[in-house]
């Protein structure tokens, strides 16, 4: 879990990495302890903040696609919203929009 | 146009339901189907519907290609794969036609069949006929329009199947008819702005720069582990990077 294993880059540019699955919080912390998140992760069962970002559902299976919002100031400065379920962005761009 | 020869040919060369599937992700979906409607686009052409490509004389009319352009993206979409493009989809729906010209006397299947091969898909996809029915009403599709597709599909592996057995790969056969056939594509006709829903905006661009600055939506959550986390309340400190993550486990 490459998030995981470089976590310490995200805390030295001073961010806070926050992970969410529409799912319930038992499973997300079944989650967090078999993959030994040093992050907050947040259980969105109801996906309220799934849809408030716009990646509820997108594949029509009732769960959030896999998406990276990197916020700052209250805003939004850069998204990543994945094409199919495993579409995640490279860790090292992520990182870049936090400079 | 090579390439999609011959993805078109590779997938009319394999077998299963793994064909089925891939076949109805990349769209080869029409709304003519037995169940229906006659299997075969008229000689006549319509001023309502116009033609968007005449294909040895057989007319493929504007609202069959466009509703397979809508099929194939919710198809897609249900599968969490990029959509086919227009052009795309209307070199699928030529294809098509040219494998049921070749064999033509295939037995239209009954709709038991159909249901099976529409019950493995939402299986493969994860969904329910009722998210289905609703992703299909989305882009104003109803379900009898995937019905249809399906049963055509399923003439259209019969047709495969025929000409396989006549012993000429359909791959191969399929490339040289494409180069022999009379196809004639009347790009003008093409120019209809598909509307599809909203979160579609989201498979087109792989990455979305933000173009302009919008407020992240805040929320508070239960956390892994207990307590309750406020996003605000992070956002107060320093930048917070959001992992919306698919699966558990």
């Known amino acids: 879990m490459e998030l995981r294993d470089r976590y310490g880059e995200f805390q030295a540019r001073g961010a806070e990495v926050i992970a969410l699955a529409v799912a319930p919080p038992e499973a997300v912390e079944g989650v967090r302890a078999s993959i030994g998140a040093p992050f907050p992760m947040l259980a969105d069962p109801g996906h309220r903040a799934a849809e408030a970002y716009g990646v509820y559902n997108l594949f029509g299976d009732g769960l959030a696609a896999p998406a990276v919002f990197v916020l700052k100031d209250g805003a939004i400065r850069w998204s990543y919203v994945g094409q199919n379920p495993t579409d995640r962005p490279p860790v090292a761009e992520i990182l870049a929009h936090l400079e | ?249």
């Open chain 2, 1 to 249: 146009m090579e390439s999609r020869k011959i993805r078109w040919g590779w997938v009319v060369a394999t077998g299963g339901i793994a064909l089925l599937m891939l076949v109805l992700v990349i769209g080869m979906l029409s709304r003519e189907a037995p169940l229906v409607a006659p299997p075969a686009p008229s000689a006549t052409p319509s001023p309502a519907d116009p033609p968007v490509a005449l294909v040895e004389g057989q007319i493929i009319g504007r609202n069959f290609w466009a509703e397979a352009v809508l099929l194939d993206w919710t198809m897609s979409r249900l599968a969490g794969v990029p959509a086919p493009s227009p052009e795309e989809t209307l070199e699928r729906l030529i294809n098509e036609v040219l494998v049921l010209r070749a064999a033509p006397s295939q037995q239209a299947p009954g709709r038991d069949e159909v249901e099976a091969q529409i019950a493995a898909l939402e299986a493969a996809w994860g969904a329910t006929d009722e998210q289905v029915s609703a992703a299909l009403s989305e882009v104003g599709l109803g379900r009898d329009s995937l019905e249809r597709a399906v049963a055509r599909l399923l003439m259209v592996q019969r047709a495969q199947a025929a000409l396989e057995s006549g012993g000429t790969p359909v791959s191969e056969w399929l490339a040289q008819e494409r180069a022999r056939a009379r196809v004639v594509i009347y790009r003008e006709q093409m120019q209809v702005s598909f509307r599809f829903p909203t979160p579609a905006a989201t498979f087109t661009p792989a990455a979305t720069p933000t173009p302009e600055v919008a407020r992240a939506p805040d929320f508070t959550l239960e956390q892994a582990g207990g307590g309750t986390l406020t996003l605000s309340e992070y956002l107060a400190r320093g930048p917070v990077v959001l992992v919306f993550f698919q699966r558990c486990g």
